[in-house]
């Protein structure tokens, strides 16, 4: 079995920053790709950025040049820093890890809890 641990979230004001991290832990043989999604009320979930194994990042086009991905393979993290907040930002923040499990020919897709991030005008 394997976790996602979140944390970083809470309430900024607009043009405000907010730093997301997630730490992957359990029967992991390798991480393919890692990535946050986001959920608003009334709203499907939504990619906001991710980051594959080799480094190709992709992010949502309201947040390209104001998020930045990245993750440290050693440690089976992946953070998301957020500058420059907007009240429509706000939302539940999913860490997701597309993860290969020692012993397995099978990638399994695992989510965190989710962190909320609230942006006030």
């Known amino acids: 079995q394997v976790q996602l641990v979140e944390s970083g979230g809470g309430l900024v004001q607009a043009g405000g920053s907010l730093r997301l991290s997630c730490a992957a832990s359990?029967?992991?043989?390798?991480?393919?790709?890692m990535g946050w999604y986001r959920q608003t009320p009334g709203k499907q979930r939504e990619l906001v950025a991710t980051?594959?194994?080799?480094?190709?990042?992709e992010y949502a086009d309201s947040v390209k040049g104001r998020f930045t991905i990245s993750r440290d393979n050693a440690k089976n993290t992946v953070d998301l820093q957020m500058n420059s907040l907007k009240p429509e930002d706000t939302g539940v923040y999913s860490c997701?890890?597309?993860?290969?499990?020692?012993?397995?020919?099978?990638?399994?897709?695992?989510w965190g809890q989710g962190t909320q991030v609230t942006v006030s005008s």
């Open positions: 997701n890890a597309a993860v290969l499990a020692a012993g397995s020919r099978d990638e399994v897709d695992y």
């Open positions: 359990g029967n992991i043989f390798r991480i393919n790709g």
């Open positions: 980051v594959l194994s080799a480094w190709k990042t």
